[in-house]
Nanobody
Framework: QVQLVESGGGLVQAGGSLRLSCAASGRTASIYAMGWFRQAPGQERESVAG????????YYVDSVKGRFTISRDNAKNTVYLQMNSLKPEDTAVYYC????????????WGQGTQVTVSS
């Protein structure tokens, strides 16, 4: 089992920045990739960014490219999402997730952290 705990959400004005963190505990040796997802009210959950634990290959959805940066600290079993130039449409609950096998099938999920961007 793996436990994921997110932190760093909050309220920020448009154009501002936030940094999300997600700390993994438990069977962390099984981490293949970690990712950030978000879900706004009335919308489907979408993948925002992902990173492979070994090698550090990254993925971003087009809407956040150039504004968000995903990174990881393998020693701390922590993944980060630096969000700059935030827009009101970035408002959502952000979830951290972990995959043990692939870049797309995630096995474990965090509880979510609210990000609200005011205009």
């Amino acid at each position: 089992q793996v436990q994921l705990v997110e932190s760093g959400g909050g309220l920020v004005q448009a154009g501002g920045s936030l940094r999300l963190s997600c700390a993994a505990s438990g069977r962390t040796a099984s981490i293949y990739a970690m990712g950030w997802f978000r879900q706004a009210p009335g919308q489907e959950r979408e993948s925002v960014a992902g990173i492979r634990w070994l090698g550090g290959n990254t993925y971003y959805v087009d809407s956040v490219k150039g504004r968000f940066t995903i990174s990881r600290d393998n020693a701390k079993n922590t993944v980060y999402l630096q969000m700059n130039s935030l827009k009101p449409e970035d408002t959502a609950v952000y979830y951290c997730a972990m995959s043990s096998l692939t870049d797309t099938a995630y096995d474990y999920w965090g509880q979510g952290t609210q990000v609200t961007v005011s205009s």
